[in-house]
């Protein structure tokens, strides 16, 4: 059974870890497609978020060569913040079969605090990379917890570099090398529109 796989985020800015993670779930067969989501307005976020339109442009310089991967902006145009629970929803509507929500493991440790997240589990699969600083206890007892509420879960052997967005928005605020965190038309993109701070 052929299943869509969906990778959200804020990509602000999309960077190499991204990259990673995206080429290793392209290689998993059931993956007939994936469905790369910039957010809108992540309720788990604060501070200032960069513009939708940077965001996508650097998503599409960022992974353009990415086999299966497709750029969905379904998440852009929902009113209000961007709830998973909502565009699930959204994607049932349109006929997109069998999707599955790829998330890192802090993620699926704190699900529960996720909005309506036992609906969540109803309207997809979730498929669990590793992070750094999160056992294999914590996410073992996570999959148990989430299954008994009727949840299919999948953990990943694979842990992405250990890059965060915000790790790279630092270091441009304070002048130093991003070329090892960014693709380098990226990192170009935000040299000539002057984002974070960059001059």
């Known amino acids: 059974m052929q299943k869509t796989a969906i990778f959200g985020g804020t990509f602000n800015p999309p960077h190499l870890g991204h990259r990673f993670m995206l080429e290793s779930i392209a290689n998993i067969a059931d993956f007939e497609k994936i469905l790369v989501l910039p957010a809108k307005i992540p309720p788990h976020k ?60 802090d993620s699926l440790v704190d699900f529960h605090k996720w909005y309506m997240y036992e609906e969540i589990l109803s309207l997809a699969e979730l498929c669990v990379y590793k992070r750094g600083g999160i056992s294999d206890e914590q996410l073992y007892s996570a999959k148990e917890r989430l299954e008994k509420l009727g949840g299919k879960i999948t953990l990943l052997d694979i842990c992405p570099p250990e890059i965060s967005s915000s790790m790279v928005r630092d270091a441009f605020l304070k002048g130093k090398d991003c070329s090892g965190f960014l693709n380098p038309l990226v990192l170009d993109y935000i040299k000539e529109n002057a984002l974070y701070k960059q001059t």
Request: hydrophobic letters at 35%; charged letters at 25%.
């Open 46 to 105: 604060s501070g200032e978020i960069l513009s939708a339109e940077h965001r996508v442009n650097m998503c599409r310089i960022a992974f353009n060569s990415v086999k299966k991967a497709e750029l969905c902006l379904d998440e852009l145009y929902l009113k209000g913040k961007s709830y998973t629970v909502n565009t699930l929803k959204s994607f049932r509507q349109k006929n997109i079969k069998n999707p599955v929500l790829v998330i890192g493991g």
